[in-house]
């Protein structure tokens, strides 16, 4: 099946609800040198395909970064006054990034796909995760793994992906 079937970008001007924070986040992996494309859409039928607010080129892996706002959620604190994410809040949020990561491997077997949500805000993630991090902790992260190059086959990949999304623009 052609790539094009598999993988859509969303059109200029999309707005959702996490817009602003997908945004936040966006700018934040292009202050670190990192290579993004915004609002993937992945699945042969456009009823069920998965939305990916971010593809990222990090080391020699393909990365989706799932972007989440606790605003508009009922606040929980703690003593030290930072907003908590909770524990139920945090598992729906990685169970996303799981069937993310499955979904976009099985369109491209043999991609080294990586996941990690993203909080866009400052929160205390609880309880603290390596898959699950703050938009401070972004840097550690990139630091960590961009480690290594894409392979030749990665990088082409990259390539067509760029292709992709420049036709949604036209």
Not at 71 to 94: I, M, Y
Not at 122 to 151: C, H, K
Request: proline share 7%; hydrophobic share 40%; glycine share 8%.
């Amino acid at each position: 099946m052609d790539l094009a079937s598999l993988i859509r970008f969303r059109p200029p001007g999309h707005v959702n609800a996490g817009f602003p924070a997908e945004l936040k986040v966006g700018r934040r992996l292009r202050e670190l040198g990192v290579p993004t494309l915004h609002g993937a859409c992945i699945g042969a039928d456009p009823k069920r395909e998965r939305e990916l607010d971010y593809l990222a080129l990090l080391g020699g892996r393909l990365w989706i970064v799932e972007v989440k706002s606790s605003e508009g959620h009922p606040p929980r604190w703690s003593a030290d006054g930072v907003r908590l994410v909770g524990p139920a809040t945090l598992e729906t949020a990685r169970r996303q990034i799981r069937r993310q990561v499955e979904a976009l491997s099985a369109i491209l077997p043999g991609t080294l796909v990586a996941g990690v949500v993203v909080f866009s805000e400052r929160v205390r993630v609880e309880p603290p995760r390596e898959d699950a991090i703050t938009l401070d902790s972004l840097p550690d992260l990139v630091a960590r793994e961009n480690i290594g190059t894409a392979s030749a086959t990665t990088l082409d990949l990259w390539e067509r992906l760029h292709q992709l999304r420049a036709a949604c623009l036209d």
